[in-house]
């Protein structure tokens, strides 16, 4: 299963997250900020869909250059 966020800029600033596993929304939420959108898609990823909750930012390292490849829900 590919498991990916899709964020989605609101008009007051805020951010919708939108948590795939592969072309199905699981999870829909309303992040303030980027920063926010980031950190709240980054452990759906990681841990496949909250499967493995063996991952913790203890022992995966986000790869930030290719953020958008690896993390975010391209259509």
């Known amino acids: 299963m590919n498991y990916r966020g899709k964020k989605t800029p609101l008009e007051?600033?805020?951010?919708?997250?939108d948590l795939y596993a592969d072309d199905e929304i699981k999870f829909t939420q309303i992040i303030p900020?980027?920063?926010?959108?980031?950190?709240?898609?980054?452990?759906?990823?990681?841990?496949?869909?909250?499967?493995?909750m063996d991952i913790t930012e203890e022992?995966?390292?986000?790869?930030?250059d290719n953020f958008e490849s690896l993390y975010l829900y391209q259509e």
């Open 12 to 17: 007051d600033g805020s951010i919708q997250v």
């Open 59 to 64: 022992n995966h390292t986000v790869d930030w």
């Open 33 to 52: 900020d980027d920063i926010g959108a980031n950190a709240f898609i980054v452990p759906w990823v990681a841990q496949e869909g909250y499967t493995n």
